[in-house]
């Protein structure tokens, strides 16, 4: 329940209206004041001051302002007159109930109105800020097109020029060809006569080659030179071949860097391939047909383990591992006989290989894994590295949960490891 | 893009043209605004176009039909007073022509049993000295060299020993043409092999491997000592060879880079400067790049023998203009910067390369 403010003081002139609300002591700063047209309200909780006005005012153009412990409002009246009092008489209860969400709902809908107009005027500076940056990013780029077909034109200009003068060249080239042409003909012309006539100076015959048309355009010595030089051109090679060989390869296709990588992985597989073939064929010439199967191996195997010949089971493994490696029974199995033969080590190594050809993990391989957890669990503990082997028990129990056996052996583990570390 | 960048050579294009077969190689004509393009018809003959540069267009002067697809072509072995073409087309036919009189050829020969892949022509146009002679490169595996006085045989063939497997010749460039005697022809080969045939002593000079397919090779001036040697290759790299220093068993120092993304399909040095060189891309795309000689070009290795020691190379500028390979480029020798390239988007255009005066 709030406790309600009833002290205030009030004072009104034709337009407008003083009202001075004392505060409590030190609660100046969390007045939360709510105002509408004719409803005025102050809340500092557990205070509460409420006002339902004689006539209503506009509330945008009132102040309010905290000073001193008070909060002086000035309330500008809509329409002037001088009231009776501040708030409404005859104020029931049902009215005054009214009257509040009447102002909450209008103070809603105000601020509703203020946000969308402020939506509006945030959108229109936006589209504002944009189109300058727009326009800014035009004229840039106007510049540059602008200076790259200054750039063409310029350009453009240069290579007619030049190509007029090519033409205009090679119409002198032509001229003077024709003029050399016509010089010979009449120098021709010219001999005839003189031998007609008696010749009185013999070097005229060869003084024909160095007349030069005067007008002495580079291009035209050339043209005499070049016939001269045709003349002390070198005679065609004598001919000749040269054999050549290319850079071996493997493949029929051309190198290509981006193809190395992959080609050096498939002449790896290719070369480890032969290499096994080539191991198995040299030794294994005198084998039955049937021993050469690893499966057929990997069973004998098995028989001699159920019978308790380890050693010979540890043979009949390797020889079916040397065929082929990538069978994870075969390591499981060897490491089995490992362990009764206590050949730690290799029971550890063996277990671990399986488990690497165990990848990936899926439920089919799970009883293996589970069996090669447990494998080299047991030989890390047969060796004393406790930790270890409750490390692969635990993989064990993670594979299968509900097997009674393997968490029987991992709490015996923990307690050997508790009791060893008490004892340090 | 900065004040900076826009200092940089600007590549221009100023002609387009649109092509209704597919173009396999572009020249310009020494001494002319005109180009030539050839290439191969949609109804499986050669075609051959004369184009000229009128204003801010292509206009065409002459189309001469073949009976075989052409794929290469040069004017590099024939003088300025002739300029001849020589060609090499679908069927392995060397052919010499007379672009005034082109139903006859000048020189015919049957060069290859396969496709002539690339061709190159040396002692012509007032370049260089010697004999003007021709190397072909053909799928068959060999490089032949021809002259135009000699009929039917070659003076000089490169082809694998006997019994071997032969890898496509995809391209062949000469150089080291300094004098009468000395020649050098390097032949490029699908299976990144590069061989450098001394044509004096007709020997193998050098041979090396860069792992990918040689698209194109170019020394940077077939005239001089050899200098550089440019080999783009596929899967985006390119070479440069510093040819000036030769290890006796290191070969030449190289330095490489990697671009476009794709095939690189031709390397051309511009005529006006030989360390600016431009390559095009199998994106459509051509970098113009600048190489810079190193503070020592040889340097002496832990035996005493002499070694090379490669630059580096700087990009310049670069620029996309087609979603197909660009399969030819070629510098015109008379106007620096001035360009043309064809693309297997059956276009032809002619571009300008800005501000290289500066680089």
């Known amino acids: 329940m709030p406790v309600w403010l009833r002290e205030y003081r009030w004072r009104q002139s034709a337009a407008a209206v003083f009202l001075s609300l004392p505060l409590p002591p030190r609660r100046a700063s969390a007045a939360s004041i709510f105002c509408t047209e004719q409803y005025l309200k102050v809340s500092i909780p557990p205070f509460l001051f409420e006002a339902v006005l004689y006539a209503p005012i506009d509330d945008t153009s009132s102040t309010a302002k905290i000073e001193n412990g008070n909060i002086f409002f000035t309330l500008y009246k809509k329409e002037t007159g001088m009231w009776d009092s501040l708030m409404m008489e005859n104020a029931n209860k049902e009215k005054l109930q009214y009257v509040r969400e009447n102002a909450v709902l209008k103070a809603q809908e105000k601020a509703k109105e203020e946000a969308e107009a402020k939506k509006v005027t945030k959108r229109e500076h936006d589209k504002y800020a944009l189109e300058a940056t727009m326009k800014l990013e035009e004229a840039e780029r106007k510049r540059i097109e602008n200076l790259k077909e200054q750039e063409r034109q310029k350009v453009t200009r240069e290579l007619e020029l030049w190509k007029n003068e090519q033409t205009y060249m090679e119409g002198q080239m032509r001229i003077q060809r024709e003029e050399k042409l016509h010089q010979e003909v009449e120098q021709l012309k010219e001999k005839k006569k003189e031998k007609i006539t008696k010749p009185t100076i013999p070097n005229e015959g060869t003084s024909k080659i160095t007349v030069k048309p005067t007008k002495g355009y580079p291009s035209s010595n050339s043209m005499f030179s070049e016939n001269l030089k045709e003349e002390q051109l070198p005679a065609p090679r004598s001919a000749g071949t040269i054999k050549i060989n290319f850079t071996s390869r493997v493949f029929p296709t051309a190198l290509r860097e981006s193809r190395v990588a992959e080609e050096e992985e498939w002449l790896n597989k290719q070369a480890e391939a032969r290499r096994t073939i080539n191991d198995d064929l040299a030794e294994l010439k005198d084998l039955k047909e049937e021993e050469k199967n690893p499966d057929w191996l990997k069973d004998k195997g098995n028989k001699m383990f159920a019978t308790g010949n380890y050693l010979a089971a540890v043979n009949a493994y390797n020889l079916a591992v040397r065929l082929n490696n990538k069978l994870p029974v075969l390591y499981l199995n060897r490491a089995a006989c490992h362990l009764k033969l206590r050949n730690l080590h290799k029971a550890i190594e063996d277990s671990s290989k399986a488990l690497e050809l165990l990848t990936p993990p899926v439920p089919d391989n799970k009883n293996a894994r589970i069996k090669a957890h447990v494998r080299r669990g047991t030989a890390f503990c047969q060796l004393e590295l406790y930790a270890e082997g409750l490390q692969d028990y635990e993989a064990a129990l993670k594979i299968d949960p509900k097997n009674s056996t393997i968490e029987k052996d991992a709490e015996k583990i923990r307690c050997i490891i508790q009791g060893t570390s008490q004892d340090l | ?359």
């Not at chain 2, 004369?50 to 267009?57: A, D, S, V």
């Not at chain 2, 032949?144 to 890898?167: C, F, I, L, T």
Request: aromatic share 8%; proline share 4%; glycine share 8%.
């Open chain 2, 1 to 359: 893009m900065s004040a900076a960048a826009l200092e940089r050579p600007q590549l221009v294009a100023h002609a387009q043209h649109a092509l209704s077969y597919t173009a396999f190689e572009c020249k310009w004509v020494p001494r002319s605004a005109r180009l030539l393009c050839l290439g191969s018809a949609p109804r499986g003959t050669g075609l051959l176009q004369l184009y000229e540069l009128r204003g801010g267009r292509l206009a065409l002067l002459r189309e001469i039909e073949k009976a075989k697809p052409l794929k290469c072509g040069t004017f590099g072995a024939t003088s300025l007073q002739q300029r001849y073409l020589a060609t090499g087309d679908f069927g392995g036919n060397l052919n010499i022509w007379n672009l005034e009189a082109p139903e006859i050829p000048v020189y015919s020969v049957k060069a290859h049993k396969e496709i002539v892949n690339s061709i190159d022509g040396v002692g012509g146009l007032g370049i260089g000295e010697g004999a003007p002679e021709i190397v072909t490169g053909s799928r068959d595996g060999t490089v032949k060299v021809w002259d135009a006085r000699q009929k039917d045989s070659p003076v000089a063939n490169m082809e694998p020993v006997e019994g071997e497997s032969k890898r496509d010749c995809w391209t062949v460039a000469f150089g080291n043409a300094y004098n009468q005697e000395e020649r050098v022809v390097c032949a490029g080969y699908d299976n990144g092999d590069i061989k450098l045939f001394d044509l004096k002593t007709m020997s193998l000079r050098w041979e090396t491997n860069i792992k990918n397919g040689v698209c194109s090779l170019e020394f940077d001036r077939k005239d001089i000592n050899m200098n550089k040697l440019v080999a783009t290759s596929l899967e985006g790299k390119f070479h440069v060879f510093d040819m000036r220093t030769q290890h006796p068993t290191k070969g030449f120092a190289s330095v490489s880079e990697k671009a476009h993304k794709s095939t690189m399909w031709q390397v051309r040095h511009l005529p006006q400067n030989r360390d600016i060189f431009m390559t095009s891309g199998g994106a459509g795309s051509l970098h113009l790049w600048k190489y810079e000689y190193p503070a020592q070009r040889s340097k002496k290795d832990s035996e005493g023998a002499e070694m090379g020691v490669a630059g580096s190379v700087s990009l310049l500028q670069n620029v996309t203009l087609s979603t197909q390979p660009i399969s030819s480029l070629d510098w015109s020798p008379d106007k620096k910067g001035l360009c043309v390239c064809t693309a297997f988007d059956q276009t032809v255009r002619v571009l300008i390369v800005t501000k290289l005066n500066k680089v």
